[in-house]
Structures are given as structure tokens and as C-alpha cells.
């Protein structure tokens, strides 16, 4: 069915900038973009549905590309207690931290899962948000990495949003592997990867690369099996530490590399030549009260791509609202309004694989879009979290 959108402006964010068509119109021909112009030019033709979006700015339906959704049970205690001085590593050598959300989502059933993580996403949702991205990596055994990317797949299917599911095996050491990460890592190529992947439960392979989980080297060879596989690859990379895991995720063209506040200037380049995007978690930046800034200058200078993401997980992210992160992303590591938005959008749909069909507002793309009732674009990364009044158009079709 063909659908016209009029009486709108759009930042339609091709090129990675607002790219705004004032008094724009918009056709959508079934779940995608037929026509996106000024109105003046609108094609002469039979429009059987109208619709008049009252002023509204379109953007791109926001894409949140770097999550942990799915999890058993939370760590408010612990947030808690730090806050009292106990600190993260007191809580880790107690049973807390990555290991108590693992029992948790272990002990945790299927419909749990689902439940606990279907509100997160409808409180992301409520943002425009029409692409997630959920990594795996709470289970660290094959039937718990199973049971997640099964939620995971289910969200997709049962919620009005598009998911990407990432394998994240190689989060933390499961204690069955208690000072045998070699061995951890043994096992994820060659059971666990290749049964979840036969699934066809697998998007994407991510770990996390630093000096409290997994080497540069154990990294490789996860990227060789994925690669193997036919699987892109994405790392979490110079969160903590500079391992230069982001040069090693772009020699094996990784999508995205992510958090990289200790990344240097040569990783910026490594990333440029590939294409491997930029994620920035201004929620976990915030929440570890984190004062190095990833290196914004050098990131600019050799064209690397950023996405922005909130990394909503129990641990150093419980973030809600994808906009709070665009307004923390500018604040709090300096990107403009419009870098930010880009972040959400174009780029968070690179960082995935899925630029050619979301991410921005051209013709041939999946009509995945929001009218937001606001004044201008940079509202979207100004107002704190909160209600903004708007509609959401997902593949064509307008959802509650
Ligand atoms: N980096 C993080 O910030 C989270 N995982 C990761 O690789 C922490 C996850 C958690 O503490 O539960
Ligand atoms: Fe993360």
C-alpha cells in the first residue's frame, strides 16, 4: 500500500550529517521508502493514504547497537554498596559483579528472561528506538549462551523492533574455567560458536578484550573461528586499558569497535582504513565515573565513523533511554548534536551491517522513521530523558 507523509521536516542523516529537507514528503510503498523530497517535487500520482505529521521533524527510527538486555536479576545492591566504598573489586572477590548477573540469568527461565527484557526494550522503544542490537555473554555455558540468544530471537519476533543478536561467549571466564581462560576460549571455537551459529542464533561475534577478561591473542582466535564461520566480528576494546584491541578487531574488519576510551591515535587509523565504526558508551562512562575521554580529535581527523549506544547492562550501564546517552554523549565526550544523532543512526546501522537498509531516510530503505513534535533536531540530545510527543513508523506501518 502506498502511503504518503506530509506537513513534516526531516534530518534524513544520509552522509552521516542532518542532511534536512525542509517541508519535506515522504512515500512509502509496503515496508519501505518509495519517495523522499521536497514536498514542491513530490511525484504527481495516486496517494490512497495521507497522512498529515502536523510540523513534525522525521529522523530515522533511533538504532541502539551495542546492548546486554537480556539478563537474570540486577546489581542495584552493589551500586549501593560502592557507593558506600566497598569497591568493584571487593564486590567481584565476594561472588558480585559479571559473576552473580551470570548465576542469576542462569537460574533464570526463558519466560523470565523474556519478561524482564521485553520491558527494558519498550522503555528504549518509547525513544524512537526501532533497531537493537543484544549480546549473549551472561550464559558462558553453551545451554545458558543458548537460552539468551533464543530471548534474544523471540524479542525479534514477538516486539515491534528489529533485533540483532551478537554471540559475547567471551564476556567474562565462567567459574567452571577458573584460571584456564585458554581452555574457555578452546571451547567456544569449537562447541559452543559453531552449535550456536548451526542455530542460526548468531549475528555477529563480540568479546571483550582487556586485562581482567580475555588477551589480544585468545581474541584472535575467536575472530578466526568467526571468520570461519562467516560471521563479522565487534569488540569491546580500550575500556579500561590500551591492548590495541581496536587494531586488532580492524585486521579482521570488524564492524564496530566499542567503549575505546584508551584507544591511541594509530588505532583511530587502523579503524579509518577498515571501516570498523566507533561505538561510544557515554552510559558506562558515566556510571565508572570514567575521566579519560576517548581520543574524539584523532577519531575526527582520520574520518572514523561513531555510533553512540547505551550498553544497557546491570553492571555499568542501566540505561533506559537512548536519548539520555545522545544528550551524555555531547556533555559528557563532546560530540555536537548532530554527530550524536548520526551516532543513532547512520553509523549505530553500520556498526550492524544493515547501512544499506536503515540508518538513514533515501529512498530503498526500510521506512523504519519518527515524527518527533519538536522544534529543531538537536532536541533530540537537549532534553534529559522524559516523554517526547511523537510517532513512530516501523517498515511502513505506525506503531503505538
Ligand atoms: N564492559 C562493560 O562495561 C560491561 N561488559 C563489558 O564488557 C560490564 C558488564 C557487567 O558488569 O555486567
Ligand atoms: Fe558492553
Request: proline share 4%; hydrophobic share 45%.
Amino acid at each position: 500500500m502506498k502511503t504518503l507523509w506530509q506537513n513534516c521536516h526531516a534530518a534524513t542523516m544520509a552522509q552521516g550529517a542532518y542532511s534536512i529537507i525542509e517541508d519535506a514528503a515522504i512515500v512509502t510503498q509496503g515496508e519501505h521508502i518509495q519517495w523522499i523530497g521536497p514536498r514542491a517535487e513530490l511525484p504527481v500520482g495516486d496517494y490512497p493514504a495521507i497522512n498529515d505529521l502536523k510540523g513534525a521533524w522525521v529522523t530515522p527510527g533511533l538504532i541502539d547497537c551495542h546492548t546486554h538486555a537480556v539478563f537474570g536479576g540486577n546489581r542495584s545492591g552493589e551500586f549501593e554498596q560502592r557507593l558506600q566504598g566497598v569497591s568493584y573489586a571487593d564486590i567481584a572477590a565476594a561472588g558480585g559483579g559479571i559473576a552473580s548477573t551470570v548465576r542469576a540469568t542462569r537460574a533464570a527461565s526463558e519466560d523470565e528472561l523474556f519478561a524482564s527484557a521485553a520491558k527494558r526494550l519498550k522503555s528504549l522503544m518509547r525513544d524512537g528506538v526501532t533497531t537493537v542490537e543484544i549480546k549473549s555473554g551472561y550464559g558462558l555455558d553453551l545451554t545458558s549462551e543458548r537460552k539468551m540468544l533464543r530471548v534474544i530471537r523471540r524479542l525479534g519476533a514477538e516486539l515491534p523492533v528489529s533485533v540483532r543478536s551478537t554471540c559475547l561467549a567471551a564476556h567474562a571466564l565462567p567459574p567452571e574455567y577458573k584460571d584456564r581462560a585458554d581452555d574457555y576460549i578452546e571451547h567456544i571455537c569449537a562447541e559452543m560458536l559453531p552449535a550456536l551459529a548451526a542455530e542460526g542464533l548468531v549475528d555477529a561475534v563480540d568479546a571483550f578484550c582487556e586485562y581482567l577478561a580475555f588477551s589480544p591473542e585468545q581474541v584472535e582466535r575467536l575472530f578466526l573461528t568467526a571468520q570461519r564461520l562467516g560471521l563479522p566480528v565487534k569488540l569491546h576494546a580500550e575500556q579500561l586499558s590500551s591492548l590495541h584491541g581496536s587494531s586488532l578487531a580492524a585486521r579482521y574488519q570488524a564492524l564496530s569497535a566499542d567503549h575505546l576510551e584508551f584507544m591511541t591515535e594509530d588505532d583511530a587509523k587502523a579503524m579509518a582504513e577498515s571501516g570498523t565504526v566507533a561505538v561510544l558508551l557515554p552510559g558506562a562512562f558515566y556510571f565508572l565515573r570514567e575521566t579519560q575521554l576517548p581520543p574524539m580529535d584523532a577519531l575526527r581527523k582520520h574520518g572514523v565513523k561513531i555510533a553512540v549506544a547505551s550498553d544497557l547492562n546491570p553492571g555499568t550501564s542501566p540505561a533506559l533511554s537512548l536519548r539520555l546517552m545522545l544528550n551524555m554523549a555531547c556533555t559528557c565526550l563532546r560530540l555536537t548534536p548532530e554527530e550524536a544523532l548520526a551516532g543513532a543512526t547512520i553509523h549505530a546501522a553500520q556498526a550492524l551491517g544493515m547501512a544499506q537498509t536503515h540508518g538513514s531516510l533515501e529512498a530503498g530503505k526500510v521506512a523504519d522513521f519518527v515524527a518527533w513534535h519538536i522544534d529543531r533536531p538537536a532536541d533530540l540530545s537537549y532534553w534529559l530523558g522524559g516523554d517526547l510527543e511523537k510517532r513512530v513508523v516501523r517498515h511502513g506501518v505506525e506503531i503505538d
